[in-house]
Nanobody, 122 residues
Framework: QVQLVESGGGLVQAGGSLRLSCAAS????????MGWFRQAPGKEREFVLA????????YYADSVKGRFTISRDNAKNRVALQMNSLKPEDTAVYYC???????????????WGQGTQVTVSS
């Protein structure tokens, strides 16, 4: 069993930056692919970024390419999401997830955090 806890969300102005962190406990993350998803009010959960367990393969949603990056520190059992040039449409609850397969599909991930709110004001 893997427990995931996100942190780092908050309120930021458009054009600003935030760094989200996902800390894991229960098991090492080193053999899990990690993903970030988000869900805005009234919308379905959508894929943001994913990184393979070795860190080599990274998948991006088109909407965040060039603005968001993902990184992982397997030794510290953490994954980070660096968000730059934030836009109001990035406002959502952001979730990290762990799974055995690197995927853009939420159903591929077995473990989820509780989410952290990101609000971008215009």
């Amino acid at each position: 069993q893997v427990q995931l806890v996100e942190s780092g969300g908050g309120l930021v102005q458009a054009g600003g930056s935030l760094r989200l962190s996902c800390a894991a406990s229960g098991r090492t993350l080193s053999t899990y692919a990690m993903g970030w998803f988000r869900q805005a009010p009234g919308k379905e959960r959508e894929f943001v970024l994913a990184i393979a367990w070795r860190g080599g393969n990274i998948y991006y949603a088109d909407s965040v390419k060039g603005r968001f990056t993902i990184s992982r520190d397997n030794a510290k059992n953490r994954v980070a999401l660096q968000m730059n040039s934030l836009k109001p449409e990035d406002t959502a609850v952001y979730y990290c997830a762990a799974g055995r397969v690197t995927s853009t599909q939420a159903m591929a991930y077995n473990y989820w955090g509780q989410g952290t709110q990101v609000t971008v004001s215009s």
